[in-house]
């Protein structure tokens, strides 16, 4: 587990609470946890040149420590199809951003595989001030967000709590081939909310994670956002 401990010693060390993705979603890597790959480009000439590394389409994002929610600064932009969208996209981007914060440090811009669109997920932690860590699962968009229809359970947590929370759910039969859903890898789910509870457990400065949204298929799930906040 040495580059979770790394990175989370040198965030504190530079003062900072919030992990960039780049370094939450290392650290979920190093935790079994999918995530889409990518690499930071410091460049336009090095985002066209992971764009090509990584395979069309990509996704571009903005990574700095004083941007947390990135789209809300058009700091994300999506389905990037060549070479020239990825050029157009990194200037707009970097504009984007200055636009919303002029004295946000810019750390780079992310290049990263896009991930195809499917049911989302949301596995979450927070550190309860009685329990502990405690976890958090639910469905994407307005699931969470308008019908709070979420569950949860202290950490750490077995295979079959993990698949109760999921089954608990209102929104679950949309993972069950309901109508012209898919059937979701549950198995894949389980074993994001196991490794989640894992690495909450390792780490009790973690006070809270954010894997939103997660791309659930048929075969797998992907994790498109990671975020950490540490105490
Ligand atoms: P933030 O939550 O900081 O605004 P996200 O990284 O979650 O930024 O990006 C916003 C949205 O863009 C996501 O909810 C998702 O719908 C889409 N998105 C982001 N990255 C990817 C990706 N790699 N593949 C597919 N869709 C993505
Ligand atoms: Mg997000």
């Known amino acids: 587990m040495n ?13 900072r609470k919030a992990l960039l993705e780049t370094e939450a979603k290392t650290i979920c890597a190093e935790y079994d946890i999918p995530v889409t790959a990518f ?8 985002a066209v040149e992971f764009a090509g590394q990584i395979g069309f389409p990509v996704v571009l994002k903005i990574v700095s420590p004083d ?16 070479a020239a969208e990825v050029r157009g996209a990194y200037g707009k981007v970097l504009e984007n951003a200055k636009k919303y914060d002029a004295a946000a440090e ?5 290049v990263q595989e896009m991930a195809p669109q499917s049911t ?18 639910g469905l994407g968009g307005i699931f969470v967000e308008l019908l709070k229809d979420v569950t949860f359970r202290i950490a750490p ?17 949309l ?3 309901y109508r012209n859903t898919l059937q979701a890898d549950i198995d894949a789910i389980v074993t994001i909310l196991v490794n989640t509870s894992k690495l909450v457990m390792d780490y009790p400065e973690i006070k809270e994670l954010d894997l939103n949204p997660i791309m659930a298929y048929e075969k797998g799930a992907k994790t ?8």
């Open 67 to 82: 941007i947390i929610h990135k789209s809300d600064a058009g700091g994300v932009m999506v389905n990037l199809k060549n």
């Open 120 to 137: 989302e997920v949301i596995v979450g932690a927070i550190k309860d001030l009685q329990f502990g860590q405690t976890l958090m699962f």
């Open 175 to 177: 993972l069950t081939g």
């Open 157 to 173: 947590i077995t295979r079959e709590e993990a698949e109760e929370m999921i089954k608990e759910v209102k929104a679950y039969p």
């Open 39 to 46: 690499k930071l480009a410091k460049n336009e000439k090095e």
């Open 3 to 15: 580059k979770t401990s790394k990175i989370i010693s040198q965030v504190r060390s530079e003062g």
């Open 106 to 110: 810019i750390v780079g811009v992310l």
């Open 224 to 231: 498109v956002d990671a975020r950490i906040i540490l105490e």
